[in-house]
């Protein structure tokens, strides 16, 4: 049964900085195209940042350089470390895989964690 669970959300004050991880079971994600994503209260979900299998990454332009994505295939996991927080990035963030390339929409991927809640204020 593929699982992706994610974790280390929390609350924090702008400026602030927190690191998700998403644990990956059932599958190994080194062939897999990994991105996280958001959503806010009555907001679509959006791409935040996605890893190739061969380590490519692409941000949003509200993430960019703030934000590093990263892949640990051993461990089957991939990270989001999130710097210098802001109150727009305050959203329910999701891992998600696909087998393949990378796209920025969500509907074309395969496997999706439960979410964690990241909150800025």
């Known amino acids: 049964q593929v699982q992706l669970v994610e974790s280390g959300g929390g609350s924090v004050q702008a400026g602030g900085s927190l690191r998700l991880s998403c644990a990956a079971s059932?599958?190994?994600?080194?062939?897999?195209?990994m991105g996280w994503f958001r959503q806010a209260p009555g907001k679509e979900r959006e791409g935040v940042a996605r890893?190739?299998?061969?380590?490519?990454?692409v941000y949003s332009d509200s993430v960019k350089g703030r934000f590093t994505i990263s892949r640990d295939n051993a461990k089957n996991t991939v990270y989001l470390q999130m710097n210098t927080l802001k109150p727009g990035d305050t959203a329910m963030y999701y891992c998600?895989?696909?087998?393949?390339?990378?796209?920025?929409?969500?509907?074309?991927?395969?496997?999706w964690g439960q979410g964690t809640q990241v909150t800025v204020s």
């Open positions: 059932g599958y190994t994600i080194t062939s897999y195209c």
């Open positions: 890893i190739q299998s061969n380590g490519f990454t």
């Open positions: 998600a895989g696909r087998r393949g390339p990378c796209y920025n929409n969500p509907s074309l991927y395969d496997y």
